[in-house]
């Protein structure tokens, strides 16, 4: 089992990334799907769910508005687009699948917002 997050960076406060969430090893398409972040010093926090046909998501306060979760289960794929960045969305991202039995976690991927 294998979940492989990408596309964190650097970025401007304003500015936007796509990070992605590539899944093997499970059957993607019955696993709910979450994004998580940990910021220094602070605990893990959750950012955002989908459910496992991708119909219903659902967002914490501090990123609803500006950050959309999104899944392609004919790629194992889950994204999350993060809009209007703020430094206080500095952390490290982490990709979660979820079902009745079963938990996994990526290595979770660096994302730093500052001028």
């Known amino acids: 089992v294998q979940l492989v997050e990408s596309g964190g960076g650097l970025v401007q406060p304003g500015g936007s990334l796509r990070l992605s969430c590539a899944a093997s090893g499970f059957t993607f398409s019955t696993y709910v799907m979450k994004w998580y972040r940990q910021a220094p010093g602070k605990g893990r926090e959750l950012v955002a769910t989908i459910t496992s046909g991708g119909g219903s998501a659902n967002y914490a306060d501090s990123v609803k508005g500006r950050f959309t979760i999104s899944r392609d289960n004919s790629k194992n794929l889950v994204y999350l687009q993060m809009n209007t960045l703020k430094p206080e969305d500095t952390a490290v991202y982490y990709c979660?699948?979820?079902?009745?039995?079963?938990?996994?976690w990526g290595q979770g991927t660096q994302v730093t917002v500052s001028s």
């Open positions: 979660n699948a979820v079902s009745i039995s079963y938990i996994y």
